[in-house]
């Protein structure tokens, strides 16, 4: 069988940062592996660690700088890569969900997995969308924040555990071929050493452009524009104690004791 | 003139409280173009969701009766028809783990622009003007989109929930759901780390994050949580390094508490932990990072090394 | 009555007294075969070693030298001494007293079998000098040591049977060890024994007062009623019950525990002197087995490690881990691979060697208390470098990707940014931004001190301090010096230990390239962590091999610092020498506090430093009181070996049995104000001990820097 892994190179933030019209100023970011695909990595090579005859091909949309990301998935075990990207998608803004949906189809095309393993969702963006909306795209199967896998391969079905909201979670049976989109804590992610990394450098990562998948450019136009960044304003209005620990415990105490706390 | 389009949400019998908030931003987009504000309400006990849905602003109420809980398959395949009957500009779901299960599916099916995790929504008729945050809520961004149809999904608690009863039409809908192509089956529900306590019904809850840093100093709010006569409850952080069950866990994930204090120590205040909490009566913040977003939603704060402050306050109350 | 084959008059013994000539071929016989499958066993064993991976050092040149050294360690019984008078007292009686009867075996042997064959067969004239004086002054001697042979051996078994010391029993004690000692024990009473059956049996000839073991034995059988002629009859059945143990016992040698006579020396000879303060370093060759993927992975040191281990337990006893409560006992972890070894060897399953989940030869969690402290190493008597097996498999947990979260955090860190913290370089120098004056670049002029200042005090608060300290410190002395501000990263020294060597080999790069751009004569560090790598690892790296690597960056070829010419410092030696010519106009009157000193292991232990910070502490006027666990036997702050990264569950920490030590047991008992560190990980383990034991109101954590900067009046500078 064969296994997807989308994974995406994301942006985060330094603590401090400044705004750069509609983006953050790049010497404030800094790039790395997604953290929910660290998870799908992870799910996707323990799956062709514990099952015969799997692949596990990682895919990313990205500049070339993006394969320092995707070697750590070629490091903790994945075959090969694909990137996939282009000239055009440069220039774009931003990627949006149906953007990134149709570029991940026709990789799916190309690759037809039984499995395709997503992050809920990227760090950066926040969209949480591309998995759900690939499947229906590709007309898979599909659950989305799976944070337990057992996968049937002769029956074609996968178990999971979605995690509702308020500590319930949902049992669920899906059809293969599926797309699931992983939460983090499915697993505990391994770590790709330095030297694994290098290793990595052998195994392939085939550059793929709009042409390649069979794509116009206009793939990446999107309805959604950015027209405004800004740090989130402190709403706080709270009453902060001064002084040592003594002092604020004691105010603290006050207040804590006129709410009839600890009476 | 345009209509809006929301789907309710309910889970095991219950509506779940974004359901009335989709009702408050789904009347305040409906009313700016002068637009009716259609809800879609998909499997369960219907008619008494319909019923308890039927709040000013809200037009109409198309109901489909398919099954008890819900189910991607069947929901994605609803929620197009209804969509296709009702032909809105803008469809509203949640942005909940269920909400994004069929949002980006169907988004994609009809081909809408998907913005998620909205925290704010603006409509003028052609432009919509989603607020979003980005970078794990480091900035925020005012994102527009030009779009015939859009679908957005709201983030839950970020609007007032709407409580004024209405006078909307309430009518089944009459969908076909093609059982060939529902390929899922939710085999049944189960909650995590059940135990001893409930923390939904603490008055004052003690509660405990990364900056506790060490297991062993758990000990420290435990004793903290003794002397308050309070109950102790953690972030996620804390379950996830297996030092607290999963039922202390406030949170997205975890509980929604509403206690008259919620003392958050160690806490920084990430949004999947505020959801949790920030119906709490009285919200108290130690915490050494003054930028904390927990600041943002306290009543009360010290900025201050907890490991200073959390014995302080024990030997007021004990000493 | 048999007619004694030597007359009795002469002053000698007879061998084969009462024995006969069937006895006599029998014995030669039974020897044979002993000797036989001595040398069989101790053949396979050293064929075994010659199956191990071939070792990363040079071990078994300047052989004579080697072996010169490892006598003198053996004979002088310096390691047993260590830490423990008792023990040592006991094997020195055991060793010599072994020693001299062996000897004296031998001395005995070539009389008969070599000087009376030669001189009869040759010479015509059979002749001995196994007689008159010789055997006087030979049988006083051999009566004498084997006494102290016994005395020992006695002590060995009051001490593991009657007091039960506890670091002699654990989870390899088998019945070997009491089989050892009590084969010991029997033949050395069971010589005096033969001995005063044969004196009596003979007469009591005068000479053999001499033998006065022997003749005090003669003397209690007498007593008891054994008559000449029943010691005669009774005295075949002794000797042989003698002569069979004894030769069952050299047979046994290479089978059990004796052999650590043969593999705890050959282990002592090809020690590396610099064992644990440099480790093995990997060829740049990606297919190289440098983790412990199977047995086959481990060198043929690592494997005569194990074989050399007597399972004294010292390593475990001063381990601070297994104190702690944590599931590592150092002994365990090298018996363990032995007995694996010889499992596998004898047919059994295959086992991964390190791994997570409880199936494995050593748990990884095992591998994860470590912290380098190197306690084991120091005390182990045999010379076992525990830290070479270690870090191998922290290799392999490295490359399995097993690693805790937290620490893959650090490493994640150091890949992306460059230092632990993950904080941007370009904020590395902005500690020194609350002094008034401006720290020099050394990228950008000469200097005399390249000070590497360090992860923690560049960006830990606390730390800061030191750092703001110690560059007062040097500017007061009108030193010139300068510091790396954003091409310094973290130095690698702890990464390595727990097993991301390409990594580290990245961050050495990064940094000899940096200091060849600098004009500098030495290197000073703040962190005794940063003093050992670049004094004893970074020369030994050779860079050429990665040369052509695209994913290590550094620009270097070759290797740095080889000839030593560029000196590196600890800074507390460095300062010490400012002192020493009154640079900093100290009175050794301004401070009176009343301290003690903790030595950090990487100062110590690893590098020998023990007196520049004590004389600096002294030197502030501060009053210092050791505690029992000083210098070579101090005790680890929990910090190394990645301990400051991750969590481990633990009864007590490390840097709270020490901060008790530090009250209770020293002289000044609980009248210690301050606690002296000199290394930035010992300052914040304590900081957090004195946090979670409850020493806040007890006890202060200080560097000497911020000491000294106190007594020089200027501590105005360094706080924030």
Redesign the interface.
């Known amino acids: 069988m064969k296994v997807l892994v989308t994974v995406k190179e994301v942006a985060a933030v330094e603590d401090e940062f400044e705004i750069d019209g509609t983006a953050i100023d790049e010497a404030y970011l800094e790039y790395d592996l997604n953290e929910w695909d660290d998870y799908a990595i992870e799910e996707g090579v323990q799956i062709s660690e514990s099952e015969d005859d799997v692949e596990v091909v990682s895919v990313t949309i990205g500049p070339e700088r993006s394969e320092e990301t995707i070697r750590m998935a070629l490091a903790k075990g994945a075959d090969r890569a694909v990137r996939v990207w282009d000239d055009s998608l440069e220039d774009a803004e931003m990627l949006d969900v149906e953007a990134k949906t149709n570029l991940l189809a026709a990789v799916v095309e190309e690759e037809e997995p039984d499995l395709v393993l997503s992050g809920v969702q990227a760090d950066d963006d926040g969209f949480g969308a591309t998995g759900v909306s690939l499947a229906d795209e590709v007309g898979f199967e599909w659950a989305a924040v799976v944070n337990d896998l057992e996968l049937d391969v002769e029956g074609g079905v996968a178990s999971v555990r979605r995690e509702l909201e308020g500590g319930v979670e949902e049992l669920t049976d899906v059809d293969l071929p599926a797309v699931l989109t992983i939460q983090t804590g499915i697993n505990e992610p391994r770590y790709a050493s330095l030297r694994g990394i290098r290793q990595a450098q052998r195994k392939e990562i085939k550059p793929m452009t709009l042409d390649d998948l069979g794509l116009s450019a206009d793939v990446a136009e999107s309805d959604l524009e950015i027209v405004d960044m800004y740090e989130p304003e402190t709403e706080s209005d709270a009453t902060l104690f001064e002084g040592s620990p003594d002092e604020t415990a004691g105010q603290l105490a006050e207040v804590l004791r006129d709410g009839g706390v600890g009476q | 003139m345009s209509d809006v389009l929301a789907v309710a949400e309910h ?1 095991r019998g219950e509506l ?1 409280d974004v359901s009335y908030e989709l009702v408050t931003v789904g009347s305040e987009v409906a009313d700016a173009t002068g637009g009716d504000l259609h809800l879609a309400v998909i499997s369960g006990d219907v008619d008494a969701h319909a019923e308890a849905l039927n709040l000013e602003g809200v037009d109409a109420i198309h109901t489909v009766d398919h099954g008890e809980e819900f189910n ?2 069947v929901y ?1 395949q609803v929620v197009e028809q209804v969509y296709d009957a009702v032909d809105p500009q803008v469809l509203l779901t949640p ?4 909400g ?10 009809l081909d809408l ?5 909205a925290v704010g929504v603006e409509f003028d008729g052609s432009t919509l ?1 989603a607020t ?16 015939e149809s ?1 679908a957005v ?1 709201i983030r839950s608690a970020e609007w007032p929930a709407t409580e004024t009863a209405g006078d909307a039409s309430i009518e089944a809908f009459d969908a076909t759901v093609d059982e060939d192509a529902v ?11 059940g135990g001893d306590v409930d923390i939904t019904e603490a008055d ?1 809850l003690v509660s405990v994050g990364r900056g506790i840093e ?4 758990l000990d420290l709010v435990r004793d903290l949580a003794d ?4 109950t102790l409850s953690s972030s996620r952080p804390i379950v ?1 390094n297996g030092w607290l069950p ?2 202390r ?1 406030v949170g ?5 508490v509403t206690p ?2 919620y003392i958050a120590i160690g806490i920084s205040g990430a949004v999947q932990h505020v959801a949790g909490m920030k119906g709490a009566e ?1 919200i ?2 130690i915490n050494t990072d003054p ?1 904390a977003p927990i ?11 907890l ?3 959390v ?3 024990i ?3 004990e000493g | 009555m048999t007619v004694p084959l030597v007359p009795l008059q002469e002053t000698t013994r007879p061998t084969f007294w009462q024995i006969g000539h069937t006895g006599e071929v029998v014995f030669y016989y039974l020897a044979a075969v002993a000797i036989v499958v001595f040398a069989y066993g101790v053949y396979d064993r050293f064929a075994r070693y010659a199956q191990g991976d071939e070792d990363w050092f040079e071990r078994t040149n300047d052989l004579g030298r080697r072996v010169l050294e490892a006598t003198k360690i053996v004979a002088s019984n310096e390691k047993q001494f260590d830490r423990d008078l008792y023990a040592g007292v006991m094997h020195t009686f055991i060793l010599w007293g072994f020693l001299t009867l062996t000897i004296g075996t031998g001395i005995l042997a070539v009389d008969m079998d070599g000087y009376q064959k030669f001189t009869q067969f040759v010479l015509g004239n059979k002749q001995s000098f196994f007689v008159g004086d010789f055997y006087v002054a030979y049988s006083f001697v051999m009566d004498a040591m084997g006494l102290l042979f016994v005395v020992g051996v006695g002590m060995a078994i009051y001490r593991r049977y009657v007091e039960r010391n506890g670091r002699l029993w654990g989870k390899h004690t088998s019945t070997e060890d009491d089989l050892f000692v009590w084969t010991l024990f029997y033949l050395g009473v069971g010589g005096y024994i033969t001995e005063g059956v044969r004196i009596l049996g003979t007469g009591r000839p005068e000479f053999e007062t001499v033998s006065f073991v022997g003749w005090f034995t003669a003397d209690v059988f007498a007593a008891a009623g054994m008559t000449e002629s029943m010691a005669t009859a009774v005295y075949p059945l002794t000797w042989w019950t003698h002569a069979v143990v004894a030769l069952i016992f050299i047979a046994a040698i290479p089978y059990a525990k004796p052999f650590h006579m043969i593999s705890s020396f050959a282990n002592v000879v090809t020690r590396d002197e610099k064992a644990g303060k440099r480790l093995p370093g990997v060829p740049a060759d990606l297919d190289a087995d440098t983790g412990a993927e199977s047995i086959d992975s481990f060198s043929w040191k690592e494997i005569l490690d194990q074989d050399a281990c007597t399972k004294c337990g010292r390593c475990s006893s001063v381990c601070p881990a297994n104190a702690s409560g944590r599931n590592l006992d150092p002994r365990d972890v090298i018996l363990d691979l032995k007995q694996y070894r010889e499992n596998l060897d004898a047919g059994g399953d295959e086992k991964a060697i390190v791994a997570d989940g409880g199936s494995s030869v050593i748990q990884a969690e095992t591998m994860e208390s470590c912290m380098s402290c190197m306690a084991c190493m120091d005390a182990c008597p045999v010379e076992i470098e525990h830290l070479n097996s270690f870090t191998r498999m922290n290799r392999e947990l490295t490359d399995a990707g097993e690693i805790d979260p937290n620490l893959q955090d650090v490493f994640q860190n150091l890949m992306q940014k460059g230092n632990t913290f993950g904080d941007p370089q370009r904020k590395r120098g902005d500690w020194a931004d609350p002094l008034d004056f401006e720290v020099p670049d050394a990228r950008e002029e000469e200097v005399e001190y390249l000070w590497y200042v360090g992860d923690y005090p560049s960006y830990d608060d606390r730390n800061k301090k030191v750092a703001r300290s110690l560059a007062t410190i040097l500017k007061e002395a009108d030193v010139s010096f300068g510091i790396l501000f954003d091409d310094e990263k973290y130095d690698g020294n702890d990464i390595r230990r727990v097993g991301e060597e390409f990594l580290y080999v990245e961050l050495a790069g990064h940094h000899v390239e940096s200091f060849e751009d600098c004009e500098f004569e030495k290197l000073v560090c703040t962190d005794p962590h940063s003093y050992n790598t670049f004094k004893n690892e970074y020369p030994e790296v050779d860079f050429e091999e990665f040369a052509d690597d695209p994913m290590m960056p550094f620009e270097f070829e070759g290797q740095w610092n080889a000839d030593g010419e560029i000196d590196v410092k600890h800074w507390t030696q460095v300062v010490e020498e400012l002192v020493e010519r009154n640079a900093l106009g100290l009175r050794g009157t301004e401070l009176d506090y009343t301290v003690t000193y903790h030595d950090p292991c990487h100062l110590g232990r690893y590098n020998d430093e023990y007196e520049a910070p004590r004389d600096l502490v002294k030197a502030t006027g501060c009053e210092l009181h050791e505690m029992p666990r000083n210098r070579a036997d101090s005790f680890c702050c929990g910090g190394g070996g990645g301990g400051l990264w991750i969590e481990v569950e633990e009864e007590t920490k490390p840097s709270e049995e020490r901060l008790r030590e530090a009250l209770e047991d020293t002289d000044a008992g609980s009248a210690v104000e301050k606690f002296v560190v000199a290394c930035p990980m010992c300052m914040t383990m304590y900081e957090d001990g004195r946090k979670t034991g409850g020493f806040e109101d007890d006890i202060e954590v200080v560097d000497i820097a911020e000491l000294i900067v106190e007594a020089i009046g200027a501590e105005d500078q360094i706080a924030v």
């Open positions: 889970r779940r991607h398959d994605a942005n909940s783990v269920n994004l299960d069929y949002g980006p599916a169907v988004a994609n099916a622009t998907y913005v998620s995790d003007t979003r945050e980005m970078y794990s809520g480091k900035v925020e961004t005012t994102t527009e989109v030009e779009a859009v999904s390929k899922s089956t939710v085999k049944g529900f189960e909650e995590v780390g004052v060490e297991e062993e100093n002397a308050l006569d309070a996830d999963k039922n866990q997205q994930s975890g509980k929604v008259d204090f009285n108290v913040a930028n600041y943002d939603i306290a009543d009360y704060g010290i900025v201050d090394d490991f200073e402050v014995p302080a306050l030997e007021e109350f």
